[in-house]
């Protein structure tokens, strides 16, 4: 089925939520339904690539636009569930399905690996198309709805900003809820992360050529695919930190504007921009020392990674490796990878960050960027490094192993409080509130 197609479906079936959990005493997912979404539950049960025992996945009709919205919840143990909001045009369900499971895992090791105190969350939004969602009163509905949604999750789950979002959509959700960061400044919210990701993912280069001998950024060449809000911050570090050479190209040539605009005092021939059409890989194979993936994840693939003439990857699109054989094929090639859960992780830090107040030079961002925090970007990854050589495995692997394993760790103050709201979501009848 089609997103709009599965929101008829529940229609039919009276249905204007519906949810799958995972029942931890009999250890299978159900579901709240399990003669209507019955297929939903096998899927679930046999998908053994994405579903990880995720405690929750709900569901919902938005009252207004009538669109599908989804909170996707993965092992809360740290805390609530904390994640983006996406808004994205899937062409099956299970594309859809797929996104919220991978996402919300994929925010729980970050989680984990940063020293949050947070569990794994994502909220999904099936846009029916760019030309009705660029309508104004239309799109405004839509986060509406979806400030509903969360509020009826009684906070297992707290949104934040993601692909296809921003501020004021966000805005509009916090008219309808508590349970979400990143809101505008003006509303006492931290607004934009994209400063604080784009120095991560520099802290990630540098740490990575710290831990293989090659010395300091200066002077070194680096390759990005994209060039947004991210990858724009990403360049302009790289500019301060006398990088040799930025080769950048993007789709959007609006992007490019900015980014020659941006940087005209700066540049001094180092920056050299490239419109691409979408889907173009060939910028993958221009030769440098860092290649940084900054667009959309899924990039680095079976036919994409021998391309690379690269000795280090590292950028800040999420799920940038296509499936686990990715990993080794990286590794066979010699090309060391900064894990992009690991390196990007400053987003999620400003979002879990912002309830406890705001400082200019905020040392609880600051200190990621350190070489003291045990937690920090450098720390990390050179730990997982060392894990990755020592075993011979691969950096995905070593750095998935430290978050499974701090994922287990139970929250100091609210141990078990999200997975004790989810409990009482279905023991009161959720579905039809």
Same mark, same amino acid.
């Given at each position: 089925?089609?997103?709009? !197609?599965?929101?008829?479906?529940?229609?039919?079936?009276?249905?204007?939520?519906?949810?799958?959990?995972?029942?931890?005493?009999?250890?299978?997912?159900?579901?709240?339904?399990?003669?209507?979404?019955?297929?939903?539950?096998?899927?679930?049960?046999?998908?053994?690539?994405?579903?990880?025992?995720?405690?929750?996945?709900?569901?919902?009709?938005?009252?207004?636009?009538?669109?599908?919205?989804?909170?996707? $919840?993965?092992?809360? #143990?740290?805390?609530?569930?904390?994640?983006? @909001?996406?808004?994205?045009?899937?062409?099956?369900?299970?594309?859809?399905?797929?996104?919220?499971?991978?996402?919300?895992?994929?925010?729980?090791?970050?989680?984990?690996?940063?020293?949050?105190?947070?569990?794994?969350?994502?909220? %999904?939004?099936?846009?029916?198309?760019?030309?009705?969602?660029?309508?104004?009163?239309?799109? +405004?509905?839509?986060?509406?709805?979806?400030?509903? *949604?969360?509020?009826?999750?009684?906070?297992?789950?707290?949104?934040?900003?993601?692909?296809?979002? %921003?501020?004021?959509?966000?805005?509009?959700?916090?008219?309808?809820?508590?349970?979400?960061?990143?809101?505008?400044?003006?509303?006492?919210?931290?607004? =934009?992360?994209?400063?604080?990701?784009?120095?991560?993912?520099?802290?990630?280069?540098?740490?990575? *050529?710290?831990?293989?001998?090659?010395?300091? @950024? !200066?002077?070194?060449?680096?390759?990005?695919?994209?060039?947004?809000?991210?990858?724009?911050? @990403?360049?302009?570090?790289?500019?301060?930190?006398?990088?040799?050479?930025?080769?950048?190209?993007? &789709?959007?040539? !609006?992007?490019?504007?900015?980014?020659?605009?941006?940087?005209?005092?700066?540049?001094?021939? +180092?920056?050299?921009?490239?419109?691409?059409?979408?889907?173009?890989?060939?910028?993958?194979?221009?030769?440098?020392?860092?290649?940084?993936? #900054?667009?959309?994840?899924?990039?680095?693939?079976?036919?994409?990674?021998?391309?690379?003439?690269?000795?280090? $990857? &590292?950028?800040?699109?999420? #799920?940038?490796?296509?499936?686990?054989?990715? =990993?080794?094929?990286?590794?066979?090639?010699?090309?060391?990878?900064?894990?992009?859960?690991?390196? =990007?992780?400053?987003?999620?830090?400003?979002?879990?960050?912002?309830?406890?107040?705001?400082?200019?030079?905020?040392?609880?961002?600051?200190?990621?960027?350190?070489?003291?925090?045990?937690?920090?970007?450098?720390? $990390?990854?050179?730990?997982?490094?060392?894990?990755?050589?020592?075993? =011979?495995?691969?950096?995905?692997?070593?750095?998935?192993? @430290?978050?499974?394993?701090?994922?287990?760790?139970?929250?100091?103050?609210?141990?078990?409080?999200?997975?004790?709201?989810?409990?009482?979501?279905?023991?009161?009848?959720?579905?039809?509130?």
């Amino acid at each position: 089925m089609k997103p709009y !197609e599965f929101v008829d479906y529940m229609k039919a079936n009276g249905m204007k939520r519906c949810f799958v959990v995972y029942d931890n005493d009999n250890g299978i997912p159900t579901t709240s339904d399990n003669q209507a979404l019955g297929e939903l539950r096998e899927f679930c049960e046999n998908d053994v690539h994405d579903y990880r025992q995720h405690e929750g996945a709900f569901l919902e009709i938005g009252s207004r636009s009538g669109s599908l919205l989804g909170a996707f $919840v993965w092992r809360t #143990n740290r805390g609530q569930s904390c994640g983006g @909001i996406r808004l994205w045009e899937y062409d099956t369900l299970q594309d859809y399905f797929k996104d919220g499971l991978r996402l919300s895992y994929g925010m729980g090791v970050k989680s984990a690996l940063a020293g949050l105190w947070a569990g794994g969350g994502k909220g %999904v939004v099936a846009s029916p198309g760019s030309d009705k969602i660029a309508d104004e009163s239309f799109r +405004r509905d839509v986060f509406l709805d979806y400030g509903d *949604l969360l509020t009826s999750l009684n906070g297992c789950y707290v949104a934040a900003e993601d692909a296809g979002v %921003v501020v004021e959509d966000l805005n509009n959700v916090f008219k309808n809820t508590r349970f979400l960061t990143c809101i505008s400044e003006d509303k006492g919210g931290s607004g =934009n992360p994209s400063i604080a990701t784009g120095k991560g993912i520099v802290c990630g280069m540098e740490a990575t *050529l710290h831990f293989l001998g090659l010395g300091s @950024i !200066e002077g070194k060449s680096v390759v990005t695919q994209g060039l947004g809000n991210v990858a724009r911050i @990403i360049v302009e570090t790289l500019l301060d930190k006398n990088v040799g050479h930025i080769y950048g190209s993007d &789709c959007n040539e !609006e992007a490019l504007d900015v980014a020659e605009k941006m940087f005209a005092n700066k540049n001094g021939g +180092r920056l050299h921009l490239q419109h691409v059409p979408r889907g173009e890989v060939a910028t993958l194979s221009r030769p440098c020392d860092i290649l940084s993936p #900054n667009a959309l994840g899924n990039v680095l693939t079976e036919e994409t990674i021998p391309l690379i003439n690269a000795t280090i $990857v &590292c950028g800040a699109a999420n #799920n940038q490796l296509g499936k686990a054989s990715d =990993n080794e094929l990286m590794k066979e090639m010699g090309i060391t990878y900064a894990v992009d859960f690991l390196v =990007n992780r400053m987003g999620i830090v400003n979002c879990a960050n912002e309830a406890y107040g705001r400082l200019d030079d905020d040392p609880a961002l600051s200190q990621h960027f350190s070489k003291d925090w045990k937690h920090s970007i450098w720390n $990390v990854l050179h730990q997982v490094l060392e894990n990755a050589e020592r075993k =011979n495995i691969t950096p995905v692997e070593a750095a998935t192993e @430290i978050a499974e394993e701090k994922s287990l760790e139970w929250h100091p103050i609210w141990p078990k409080r999200s997975q004790q709201i989810i409990n009482d979501l279905v023991k009161s009848d959720w579905c039809n509130k």
